[in-house]
């Protein structure tokens, strides 16, 4: 399953950055959509999440900040980050859940922070 994700850059604290990841219809459309991200020298850790009915989570860090959304006429999920932090620096990958797990991977998209 490929899973196309872009958006990543380089932006000034404070500012915004969306992230777009789009998926295959069939797995779209029927599964839970996701991001996470990895910071340098760090684990992966989870940032958002979105169901099928669009029911929405969100990591702590990043309540109020983000906003995950879904597109089915483009098969679509977004990541809106606004008030960006030096620590959100990380690369960033969607996912899909299915089966009980983060089954599919997209490749990562880098986004820098600076202060």
């Known amino acids: 399953v490929q899973l196309q994700a872009s958006g990543g850059g380089l932006v000034q604290a404070g500012g915004s950055l969306r992230l777009s990841c789009a998926a295959p219809g069939s797995i779209f459309s029927g599964n839970t959509m996701g991001w996470y991200r990895r910071a340098p020298g760090k684990q992966r850790e989870f940032v958002a999440s979105?169901?099928?009915?669009?029911?929405?989570h969100y990591a702590d860090s990043v309540k109020g900040r983000f906003t995950i959304s879904r597109d089915p006429a483009t098969n679509t999920v977004y990541l809106q980050m606004n008030n960006l932090i030096p620590e959100d620096t990380a690369d960033y990958y969607c996912a899909v859940y299915s089966y009980n797990t983060w089954r599919y991977w997209g490749q990562g998209t880098l986004v820098t922070v600076s202060s």
């Open positions: 979105i169901s099928t009915i669009s029911s929405t």
